[in-house]
């Protein structure tokens, strides 16, 4: 269950800033060795239950979703900024998933790394790891989290999530 | 003299999303990097017409900075959470504390900016 929420969630991301993202077939993880990377990883907190969601993304991607202009002496600095945006986002939105099957967390701060073709390896079993197109380009999603047992959704109406770019005033 | 816009968030990126949608508008930009920063920003800018603060940020979160901000002053600058939360229970934490407003990110500039007009008014 969690994979599919997983990828649903590195999907819908990419789609909300208009980028196609396609899932690829296990095992197609490797990056080419000539492409520096960045990844960011961030912290799960819930109950006694700790994990993390990470990624690990081709330098061009991040570069290509910055919302802000660059600024050639900053770019370094503002992709970081922006891979630790991302992985925010990206948890902010399996979090509000989660939330259905009431399954609540905290979200920590994120931390950002690069180099080339980074491996995220998790204990045997344990683990969601994911890889997929995005314009033409790679991005494998990590997340270092379980359920227990059989979670199904809420389906009484009470859980309430607002959905991205809502606003609410009050 | 434009009105004062403070804005709350550990990315800089998102700080500068939401300071050229509203400096193109017309407001006035204070930004700061965390919730101790923004409870600095806060009080150096009593004028200030309107604050934007992310929720999950280091040191201090900004529904703990609005608490706080809340204690010491309850005419407080009103605030908008920008975040990616989304759970009705963070909302109505929010809404007892004080907030006027929620946007779940990734937010859409022109609402970002309705939602700014309607609580800070019009920006001189």
């Not at chain 1, 994911?130 to 979670?151: C, K, M, N, P």
């Not at chain 2, 930009?29 to 009080?43: P, R």
């Amino acid at each position: 269950m969690l994979r599919g929420i997983f990828s649903d969630v590195v999907q819908e991301f990419f789609f909300s800033y208009g980028l196609d993202c396609a899932p690829r077939a296990d095992g197609e993880l490797e990056a080419s060795e000539a492409d520096t990377e960045l990844g960011s990883m961030i912290a799960i907190r819930g109950g006694d239950r700790h994990g993390s969601l990470a990624f690990v993304a081709s330098m061009g991607l991040v570069a290509s979703m910055l919302p802000v202009s660059t600024q050639a002496e900053l770019l370094e600095m503002q992709q970081r900024d922006w891979c630790l945006e991302m992985a925010n986002q990206l948890l902010g939105r399996l979090k509000n998933k989660l939330a259905a099957y009431e399954l609540a967390f905290d979200i920590g701060s994120p931390v950002c790394f690069s180099g080339k073709c980074i491996r995220l390896v998790f204990q045997p079993g344990a683990g969601v790891a994911l890889s997929f197109t995005v314009a033409s380009q790679h991005f494998r999603g990590y997340l270092d989290w379980s359920i227990e047992g059989d979670a199904s959704p809420v389906t009484s109406g009470r859980i309430r999530i607002a959905a991205e770019g809502e606003i609410y005033l009050f | 003299m434009a009105k004062t816009v403070i804005v709350i968030d550990d990315s800089q990126t998102v700080r500068r999303q939401v300071r050229m949608v509203l400096a193109d508008a017309g407001y006035d930009v204070v930004e700061a990097s965390d919730g101790h920063d923004g409870a600095k920003q806060i009080s150096l800018n009593a004028h200030a017409s309107l604050a934007i603060c992310d929720i999950n940020m280091p040191l201090v979160n900004g529904l703990d900075l609005l608490e706080k901000v809340g204690a010491q002053n309850p005419s407080h600058v009103p605030f908008i959470m920008l975040t990616t939360e989304g759970s009705s229970e963070l909302i109505e934490r929010a809404v007892t504390l004080g907030a006027k407003g929620w946007i779940v990110k990734p937010f859409k500039p022109d609402m970002l900016l309705a939602a700014v007009r309607k609580l800070a008014g019009a920006p001189t």
